[in-house]
Every structure is written in C-alpha cells, then in structure tokens.
C-alpha cells in the first residue's frame, strides 16, 4: 500500500542530509588567530550545595565548543596554574598566606574577626580546593596575555576568568583572586592603553577599584544599579580620581534591559570611548548573568544581543582579551560562551544543538542555542532614563580630548610564562645537551683521527 505524503513530510529532512549539515559555516574573509586558554580541572571545583556559582558550567562550555568542532578553528591551551608570586603582583601577602591554608575542617579553628577580616560567608566560603581553583583560573588569564603580548593570538579566551569583584586583600562577590587586574598589569608591560569592558550584571569594582587613578587603564562597566544591588557601588558619578579621573565609566541600568536597547546603548558609548582612548588592547567580561532567566539575574538579554557586544568590540580589530564573569543558570551560560566562542572566529553555528554532544541532557527540551530569553521581567528602563545616562557620559567623554601616551620604560619581556623552576630544568636539560653533543662531536673526533 502507498501511504501520501503530507506536506510535513515532504519537508522534513532526512536522517542522511541531517548528518551532513555542517556545524558551523564560515562568514568572513582573513581571520584573527584565536586562542583558547582552557584547564578542565578547574569545572571540578564546588563552592557548596545551595551556593548559585557552579564551576561545571564550564565543563558545559568545553562540551560544546567541542561538539560544534570549534576546536578546529583555534589554538588550544592546558595553561599551567599561576605561581604564588604572580598572585602577589595585586594580592597582599596576609590574604594569599589566607587562602592557601584554609580548609573547610580547620576554618572553625580561625577566630572570627580573622574571617571576617577576610569576609569568609555565605557568598565566599571556604571550600575544597578554593587555592587551587584560584590559581587555575587566573593561570589561565595569565596565559591568555602572553599569547596576546608575544603576538602569538589576536585574540584569547578564557571563560573560566572575569573573577571581578576580588579585592586585593579580600574576596567579594564568589570571586577569590581578580584574574582581571593580574592580566591588565601583565599587558600594561607592553601595551600604554587598555580598555576593560565589563558586560556581566554586576559592577565591576574590584578592576575600577584597582585602576582608579591611572588613565592607562580605562573601566567602562554595564550594569544593574539602584544603590543597593550587589556591589553597590556603580553609579553614573563614579569617574576616577588624580590621574585615572574620567577613565572610570559606569553606565547604571534599571531591571528589564531588551536586546535593542541594550545593544544600542552599547554601541553609542563604547565607540566614541574608543575613538578618544584609541586602547591598544581591550579585556571584555562577558558575565552571562546579563542573560534574561538566569538565576540571580533581573535583565532580558537574548544570547545573539549579548554577542552582539563582542562581535562589536571585535570589528575595531584590536587586540582582545576575553572572560567569562557570573552566570548562574549553567545551561544558558554554556550556550551563550559557545556562541560568542563564534562569533570571536567569525563562523555560524547550526542553532539546533550537535547530537553527539557528552551532556545533550541539560539542553532539553528544545536543543537549541538560542532558546528565547527575553520578557520574564518589566522593562524599567524608559527611552528617557537612558538619553539621560548616555547625555551625561558624553559629557564625561568630552573631557578625554586625547590618548595619553606612556613613555614605555624598558620591562624585561618574560614572555614564555616559565617558572624559576621551569626555566631552571630547561638550563639543566639543554647543559646535559649541550654536554652529549660535546662528547660525541670528541668521540667523532676520534674516530676521525683513528
Ligand atoms: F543567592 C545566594 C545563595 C547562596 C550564596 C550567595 C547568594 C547570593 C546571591 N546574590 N549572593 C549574592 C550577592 N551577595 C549579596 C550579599 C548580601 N550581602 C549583604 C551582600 O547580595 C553576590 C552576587 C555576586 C555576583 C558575582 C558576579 O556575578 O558578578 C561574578 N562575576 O564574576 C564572577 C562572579
Ligand atoms: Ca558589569
């Protein structure tokens, strides 16, 4: 018996086509050379049961970079974790000392003025691990600059960085050491001028905090301000002091941000500010909780408007650091890292998510990579209130006439990231090599002779 075929028959593609349908297709012409800062280790790390930061989303992340075969199109890192030493260029020596002793069973032997001098609680607790973990994530901001400042990478990426409310003598905000602040100071080594662009819901205080009297370093933060909201701090009149006064940016939004306006927004003050600043690098912070839906967050963004962002601040084709930040709803965080991973290397992801991907589970029911986002929360931001925050950073802007230049002192260039320990087993290998050729060119020698 022949059976018609209906209409949705007709159109439904068949498993052999399904199969052959490219997972990305590539959009533009001469490429940047991406790389990719990755240690799996550090998705292992947990911060407690009822605790919203979870490392596994970037196992997620890796899952489908790896399931899109994005792996293809970049150069791949394992960075070594940082040093204590590296820590120290920002942290104080008593903090670190901290974090590298305590254990959850010995944190009731510390007396409680010790830990709230170092604000151990709820949002920062003591967890297994938790110097390891740091020293993972902030290796791997660490490399992802020396690939930037040997030329190696135009652009790097580390999703388990953007750790940036740590202060330099305390934790804040489930962010331990700021792996922010340790690679800006690295890339000041090289560069006069870098541009830090934070996209995460929160403010960026711990970066503006470190920067605040300096114009090398230029802090432009987007965020959900209303004098209350963690951190707090964020607002509009937050500018800079001494010599960093106006390099401090702050653009203080109400709950509910669309993409359009979000968007818009963006692009109408990060391209006069990089026109005046003319950075010679630029760090964004891409904290998925900017997200609509996610766990702790109160905006609308849709996955392709965040992208948005980097896909703009990547068209002035300036050298780029890239981070993860906060992001508390794992499925959607992975979806949105994944995609700007794409946007970094100009290609198009098929939106139905690969088949073969290890955790197909978490994405149900839809597998989409672009599940819709927006609408959960009101819009409180009125077209008014948002010419009002972009007037008054035009005005700010007005005062930065010019890039100031830095006369570059010379900085010894420690390009390779190598320990003292490394650099010390590579002198002992390459004497022992150096020693075996000697013996055999002598041993030739007298073969010759005979
Ligand atoms: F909901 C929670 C459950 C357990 C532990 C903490 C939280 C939680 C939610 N929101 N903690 C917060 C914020 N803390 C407070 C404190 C209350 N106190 C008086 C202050 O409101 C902290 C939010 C941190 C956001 C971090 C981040 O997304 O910006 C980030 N960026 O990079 C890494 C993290
Ligand atoms: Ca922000």
């Not at 965080?333 to 290397?345: D, I, K, P």
Request: charged share 25%.
């Amino acid at each position: 018996m022949i059976v018609p075929l209906t209409e949705s028959d007709t159109f439904t593609t068949d498993t052999k086509t399904e199969s052959h349908k490219p997972l990305y297709e590539p959009n533009g012409v001469k490429q940047p050379n991406v790389s990719y800062h990755f240690n799996p280790d550090v998705s292992k790390y947990h911060y407690g049961p009822r605790h919203p930061m979870k490392p596994f989303r970037l196992m997620l992340t890796d899952h489908l970079v790896i399931s899109y075969k994005l792996y293809e199109l970049m150069d791949l890192y394992t960075p070594r974790r940082a040093t204590k030493e590296e820590l120290l260029e920002f942290h104080s020596q008593d903090y670190i000392d901290f974090l590298q002793s305590v254990t959850p069973d010995q944190v009731s032997k510390y007396v409680d003025n010790v830990l709230q001098r170092f604000n151990i609680g709820d949002d920062c607790p003591v967890f297994d691990g938790i110097y390891d973990y740091s020293l993972i994530y902030a290796g791997a901001s660490l490399d992802a600059t020396r690939k930037l400042m040997s030329g190696m990478s135009d652009i790097a990426i580390n999703w388990s960085g953007g750790l940036h409310h740590a202060k330099k003598a305390e934790p804040s905000g489930f962010c331990y050491v700021n792996d922010i602040v340790l690679g800006i100071l690295n890339l000041l080594r090289v560069h006069p001028r870098v541009m830090y662009i934070d996209i995460d819901l929160h403010h960026g205080d711990g970066v503006q905090e470190a920067f605040y009297t300096t114009d090398r370093v230029m802090t432009v933060s987007f965020h959900k301000y209303n004098g209350e909201f963690f951190p707090g701090t964020g607002s509009v009149d937050e500018k800079g002091i001494g010599k960093g006064k106006n390099y401090a940016i702050n653009v203080p939004l109400r709950d509910g941000i669309d993409d359009e306006s979000y968007v818009r927004l963006f692009k109408l003050i990060v391209e006069p500010l990089i026109t005046m600043y003319q950075p010679t690098c630029i760090v964004q912070q891409c904290g998925a909780d900017s997200l609509g839906f996610d766990r702790l967050g109160c905006f609308n963004l849709n996955i392709r408007a965040h992208g948005e962002c980097v896909k703009y601040v990547k068209s002035f084709g300036i050298p780029m650091l890239v981070l993860g930040g906060g992001g508390y709803t794992p499925r959607n965080v992975s979806r949105l890292w994944c995609y700007e991973t794409s946007v970094l290397n100009d290609v198009t992801l098929n939106a139905k998510l690969p088949n073969d991907l290890p955790s197909h589970e978490w994405f149900g029911p839809d597998f989409s990579l672009h599940p819709q986002l927006d609408g959960r929360i009101d819009n409180k931001n009125s077209k008014k209130y948002l010419d009002s925050v972009r007037q008054t950073i035009m005005e700010q802007i007005r005062y930065l006439s010019h890039a100031p230049s830095v006369q570059m002192r010379e900085i010894p260039p420690d390009l390779t990231g190598l320990t003292d320990e490394e650099e010390e087993l590579i002198r002992e290998l390459n004497e022992e090599n150096y020693r075996e050729q000697a013996e055999s060119k002598d041993v030739a020698k007298e073969v010759h002779v005979d």
